[in-house]
């Protein structure tokens, strides 16, 4: 099995704010919330790169390992150990990541008790779609968090097996396929995430234009969360 995936750029980076009308204060406080939530998943984003190198590396390995027979068994273990190396490595990438979410989610939802200060019906009602959309993109966020914890833990289950000279054909090959069926999972959960990212940034530029808050993008389109997957072969 091999995983290649780019993680998420979600974030719509702001500038500059050049002016803010229609009751500015609520409006620029929220803001604030807003833009500070893009900064503490800072993190978030700098987890993607490393932990797509791991992925690859430990691709390398499984090929090295597959491709050796039994009379190499000493090397398959050695091969199998660094493999869970990476795995660990993954997992803690991915536990930085969750800590940055996070803390951004703690920044966020201190912008709802001020959606009820607005005063105009449009900007307010904007405000309470995008908060929802928000708070949909962190708990999709949960769940793609938890399928990718639980391939890392089955992985880490194949190459401890992999170890071991006496595990069976049958054995590997039932492991390997429920390794296959998380990765769907994951797959499917990214989707998802990529779905509420994508449906929030559009939400929050409505939001700005509602309330008459004139931003300069540094990005205006967000690079989604890419996966592609090759299943590991018995």
Same mark, same amino acid.
């Given at each position: 099995m091999s995983l290649k995936k780019t993680?998420?750029?979600f974030s719509l #980076?702001?500038? !500059?704010?050049? #002016?803010?009308c229609n009751g500015a204060s609520t409006e620029e406080k929220i803001y604030d919330h807003l833009e500070e939530a893009v900064t503490l998943e800072a993190a978030f984003e700098e987890q993607q790169k490393p932990i797509v190198d791991l992925e690859k590396k430990e691709q390398e390995l499984y090929a090295q390992i597959i491709d050796l027979g039994m009379d190499d068994f000493d090397k398959i273990k050695d091969l199998s150990q660094q493999a869970i190396e990476t795995i660990?490595?993954? #997992?803690d990438k991915i536990g930085k /990541?969750? /800590?940055?979410?996070?803390?951004s989610k703690d920044e966020f939802v201190k912008m709802e008790d001020l959606v009820d200060k607005l005063e105009d019906k449009k900007v307010k009602d904007k405000a309470k779609e995008m908060y929802?959309?928000?708070?949909?993109? @962190?708990? !999709?966020y949960? #769940?793609?968090?938890? !399928? @990718?914890r639980n391939s890392l833990k089955l992985e880490k289950e194949l190459y401890t097996m992999l170890q071991k000279e006496d595990v069976e054909q049958e054995t590997l090959t039932d492991h390997i396929?429920?390794?296959n069926d998380s990765y769907q999972n994951v797959?499917? !959960?990214?989707?998802?995430?990529n779905t509420c990212t994508t449906t929030y940034n559009a939400l929050k530029k409505e939001f700005y234009q509602a309330a008459e808050i004139e931003v300069e993008y540094d990005n205006d389109t967000s690079a989604d969360k890419k996966d592609t997957k090759d299943d590991k072969k018995d």
């Open positions: 993680m998420i750029m #980076s702001v500038i !500059a704010v050049l #002016s803010a660990e490595k993954r #997992s /990541e969750k /800590e940055s979410i996070e803390a929802d959309a928000m708070m949909k993109r @962190y708990k !999709a949960d #769940s793609l968090n938890k !399928a @990718y396929s429920k390794i797959l499917e !959960a990214n989707k998802k995430f």
